[in-house]
């Protein structure tokens, strides 16, 4: 679908004039991805978040102090995979459950990586995450977005959970490692810009998160007439970037390349290069690049 868009760049460039973004990108299908049902927009969004874990595009890490210490507060923000800062309308709803569904997601895996007994701790995420949903529930019905205390409502609740599994440790099972809940967060969001080599191509990107949502819903996620969060990059800085994120560039001259770009390791203010060069791109190996006929 992307390839028959991009390939002919005389009828896009027509496009261009008429609606601003080319092809199918140039009156953006109504974004139905996540749907306005809260239980099953949030079964979707945490549904994926545990594929993202299993394929390897989330890899949830916890901190360990000096003395052995593990903090069960993850600092990240499962909104800011979604990067709904990039559209026009953005989805409270859905950015309120993914920080919920996320923050669960990665307690059930930092908790089974210390191998503390999941009926200790498996009720106490339970009624976390039925309480918070209730909470969302109730903003949802009022409007009250967004909702700034979901946060410190996880590290209140996380601290009476370390406290428990401490207690289990130093009863039970001393060789586990201490838990604890330290909770100074940083801001972890960078901003970027891309290029292109040569300069004239373009590109569009799509999160991860939704890349492996239209695919949870066995929809081609190349597809942006039913994918809908595809959007074409323009000069300026990404803000709040998190993860990794799925391209498409394509050029005059017919060539596409699309791949992963992770930007995890980029500082903030970089810039990252597509290059038309198999192999290597100057911030990011990028893969399957080939012209179109």
Request: with cysteine; charged share 20%; proline share 5%.
């Amino acid at each position: 679908m992307l390839s028959k868009c991009f390939s002919s760049f005389s009828v896009c460039f027509f496009l261009i004039l008429v609606w601003g973004t080319p092809c199918s990108f140039g009156k953006q299908p109504p974004d139905n991805l996540i749907p306005q049902d809260i239980d099953n927009a949030y079964i979707l969004i945490k549904r994926t978040f545990q594929v993202m874990i299993d394929t390897g595009n989330i890899n949830p890490t916890f901190f360990r102090e000096e003395d052995g210490r593990v903090d069960l507060l993850d600092c990240h923000h499962g909104s800011s995979f979604l990067s709904t800062h990039l559209y026009s309308k953005p989805n409270f709803l859905a950015e309120e459950l993914a920080d919920v569904a996320f923050r669960i997601v990665v307690l059930e895996w930092n908790l089974n990586q210390l191998d503390y007994p999941s009926e200790l701790w498996r009720p106490a995420l339970n009624m976390l995450e039925k309480h918070q949903k209730k909470m969302v529930s109730k903003a949802y019905a009022s409007s009250h977005f967004p909702l700034t205390y979901l946060f410190d409502d996880s590290a209140t609740f996380l601290k009476k959970l370390a406290l428990l599994l401490n207690i289990y440790r130093i009863t039970q099972a001393e060789h586990l490692s201490p838990v604890w809940v330290e909770g100074g967060c940083g801001a972890g969001e960078i901003g970027i810009n891309i290029s292109t080599v040569p300069q004239n191509g373009r590109v569009w990107l799509i999160p991860t998160f939704f890349y492996e949502l239209c695919r949870v819903k066995k929809i081609d996620p190349f597809d942006p007439a039913k994918c809908t969060r595809w959007r074409e990059h323009v000069k300026g800085l990404l803000f709040d970037v998190a993860g990794d994120y799925k391209y498409y560039a394509v050029w005059p001259d017919g060539f596409v390349k699309k791949g992963t770009l992770a930007f995890t390791n980029v500082e903030y203010g970089q810039t990252v290069v597509i290059s038309q060069d198999q192999g290597q791109s100057r911030e990011k190996k990028a893969h399957g690049g080939y012209r179109t006929r």
